[in-house]
């Protein structure tokens, strides 16, 4: 830390991700990234002509893409925000939202980067803990006191609100942002974008990182009310306005028109999902339900850090956390079914070691 560095964000607590070594020599299963290669379209896209056309600022407006997101999700263009990763939005709203003033309110466990955002922006916020169950009650967020962000599927964990719910969370919350952050939907869960034409406190985020397999290019994007997207456009207009670069649109056009693809590959991590989940539990191990591309579990033999050093000695990457009430866990992304199959197959040989 420099002696210029402003005094508030001395104390900043930033967010750790997860490991992306360089050599490819894993299995990447550690950061929810698909296991699969973009569309077909997509690798065209990426020309020589559009190389060339580096050279050129892209358009800030992102039109074409917001055309295409606006017809795939049933809204207006003007309904559409696009970012370069979600996390960008995320830290728009606590910009936008907050102002240091308002509080945001957020499970206890979630997706780190609430609260490091929060940090960052100087605001207040309050962490809800979850059920015994490590769902999310979502009585603890009606007539919330604040900006309400709540992941649906919930990371680490993969578990699900329904949609009845975060009605009655939007309902009771007329005054105040609703962000749903659906990073992980496509895997099996229900968007809430539809509930947009009806409560204009409703802010929906969404990625390419994770079911279109677009992790590398940094793609996020929000759907809401016109006017919440004019305040995020407000706000990117004062920081970065070319914030998606020339390639990722181009891929991120032809990604849009091969969604099918897309919706198949999804399908086939649900289903390996459900295989691993099951050949887990037979192997003793406590799975929560999950509706997302990753699995959150428990070994009821051997420590969360232990199983994590175990893998990745056989050279599989999984995802552990350091908090308290989650040590134990571990987050395991779903890869190929031919991965998923190694995985299983030196969790055995980790249990056998130990004479289970
Ligand atoms: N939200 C959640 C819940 C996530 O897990 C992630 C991925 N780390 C993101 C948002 C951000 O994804 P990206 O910036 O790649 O769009």
Redesign the pocket.
């Known amino acids: 830390m420099s002696k210029f560095l402003n005094k508030k964000y001395e104390n900043l607590e930033v967010y750790t991700p997860g490991e992306q070594p360089q050599d490819m020599q894993y299995i990447k299963l550690n ?2 990234e698909s296991p699969y290669p973009p569309s077909p379209g997509v690798i065209k896209a990426i020309n020589r002509p559009e190389i060339e056309n580096l050279r050129l600022y892209p358009d800030p407006e992102c039109n074409v893409i917001k055309e295409k997101l606006a017809k795939l999700y049933d809204v207006k263009k003007e309904n559409v925000y696009l970012s370069n ?4 939005i ?1 830290n728009f709203a606590f910009i936008a939202f907050t102002s240091g003033e308002t509080t945001a309110i957020f499970p206890e466990i979630t ?1 780190g ?1 609430y609260q490091v955002f929060a940090d960052l922006n100087s605001a207040p916020y309050k962490k809800i803990p979850l059920k015994e169950d490590f769902s999310i009650n979502y009585k603890d967020y009606c007539n919330a006191e604040g900006m309400v962000v709540i ?1 649906n599927p919930n ?1 680490p964990t993969g578990i699900s609100l329904s949609i009845d719910e975060i009605t009655e969370i939007l309902e009771t919350n007329r005054d105040n942002i609703v962000l749903i ?1 659906e ?2 939907v496509d895997f099996g869960g229900e968007s809430c974008i539809p509930l947009i034409k009806k409560y204009d406190n409703l802010l929906v985020v969404q ?1 390419f ?1 994770k079911s279109r397999s677009m ?1 590398g290019a ?1 793609l ?1 994007f929000a759907i809401a009310n016109e006017d919440i997207i004019k305040d995020l456009e407000r706000i990117k207009y004062s920081t970065n306005p070319y914030n998606i670069n020339r390639l990722t649109m181009k891929a991120a056009e032809a990604a849009i028109d091969e969604n099918d693809y897309y919706m198949q590959k999804c399908s086939e991590i649900v289903s390996t999902r459900e295989k691993t989940a099951f050949e887990l539990k037979t192997l003793g191990f406590t799975v929560l339900p999950s509706l997302s591309n990753f699995l959150f579990v428990k070994s009821n033999e051997i420590d969360g850090e232990t199983f994590y050093k175990e893998l990745k000695s056989r050279g599989i990457l999984i995802r552990h956390f350091t908090t308290e009430t989650i040590k134990d866990f571990n987050r395991v992304t779903i890869g190929t079914k031919e991965q998923m199959e190694v995985f299983i197959k030196e969790v055995k040989e980790i249990l056998k070691e130990r004479g289970k």
């Open positions: 950061t929810n990763g979600s996390d960008d995320l997706y980067f992941a990371a952050d990073a992980y990625t990182s992790a940094r996020g």
